[in-house]
């Protein structure tokens, strides 16, 4: 099994390989949880999925803004065409986030190579500078001496575009983290979950240390070191509610309507929670 959202790591196997012990308490977690089989769509691909649709009720803040984690540590993926040609479109805006042309620049690359590398190398710098010159994501940036943010979400933005082309832009793995989704080798079938207390052991995140996913750890006093002001506690919401938006343009309105529904059906969501008039894919 693999990790689907993986897939196209820079590091291959070594991330996206789901470990034996791992498969079978994934294989054991849904045998025993309820589980709604529909029909994902991923960029333009369609997959049948069986999901745990009740993880998708618990609360969620992806509040980017007030978190020190460095969930941008990496580079996710051997970054798509799309992506590449938008920082293309937006190249001053880009390096004045992220620097990185400057710093090619000043390490003694030619602009020439620089825009060759963000064609054609696999973390669109050049392979020396990656985790090195070039720390954490390359499309990674800070705005102040705290959080760490997406510079190609921060563009869509500027330029007023929706979730939809929001979603088209960034690599999948980034707009669905921390969701999971585990795969069969032949990609015939996909587990859908969510980090959590059941979860935990098999998925690739460590529901424990991922205040988005977990209100109570906001509230210890380790989280509060790092992060002194916290997630506000009325801004978490069920996920389903927290990510509409990008559950619906990253899996296909199919997906996110048959979770909202069966959700509400069991009273795991109520019909009041629905009008969030702030999306989370839209903050600024």
């Not at 333009?44 to 009720?57: H, M, Q």
């Not at 978190?67 to 004045?96: G, H, M, W």
């Not at 963000?118 to 390359?138: F, G």
Request: aromatic letters at 10%.
């Amino acid at each position: 099994m693999n990790y689907f959202l993986f897939l196209n790591h820079p590091k291959g196997e070594e991330v996206y390989k789901v470990s034996l012990e791992r498969e079978e308490m994934l294989k054991e977690h849904f045998s025993r949880v309820d589980i709604l089989e529909t029909e994902v769509v991923i960029r333009g691909e369609r997959y049948r999925a069986i999901v745990d649709y009740s993880a998708f009720s618990n609360l969620a803040n992806f509040d980017c803004f007030r978190c020190q984690d460095p969930c941008c540590a990496d580079n996710p993926v051997v970054y798509e065409k799309i992506t590449r040609e938008f920082i293309l479109d937006n190249i001053d805006s880009y390096n004045k986030k992220t620097k990185n042309i400057d710093i090619l620049l000043e390490n003694g690359y030619e602009i020439e190579n620089i825009l060759k590398s963000i064609k054609e190398d696999r973390c669109m710098v050049p392979e020396e500078a990656v985790e090195n010159e070039i720390s954490l994501c390359t499309c990674s940036f800070k705005p102040n001496n705290e959080s760490v943010l997406c510079s190609l979400h921060s563009i869509c933005l500027e330029n007023n575009m929706g979730a939809k082309e929001i979603v088209e832009k960034k690599p999948l793995v980034c707009s669905l983290w921390p969701i999971d989704i585990i795969s069969e080798e032949d990609g015939s079938l996909l587990y859908i979950t969510v980090p959590d207390d059941f979860t935990t052991g098999f998925t690739i995140e460590d529901y424990y240390d991922t205040p988005c996913v977990n209100k109570e750890l906001t509230q210890s006093s380790l989280f509060r070191r790092k992060n002194p002001i916290g997630f506000l506690e009325e801004e978490y919401v069920p996920l389903i509610l927290a990510y509409g938006e990008t559950l619906k343009y990253s899996l296909g309105e199919k997906f996110y309507n048959d979770v909202k529904a069966k959700l509400l059906a069991e009273n795991l969501i109520f019909i009041e929670e629905l009008n969030i008039e702030e999306k989370q894919i839209l903050k600024k």
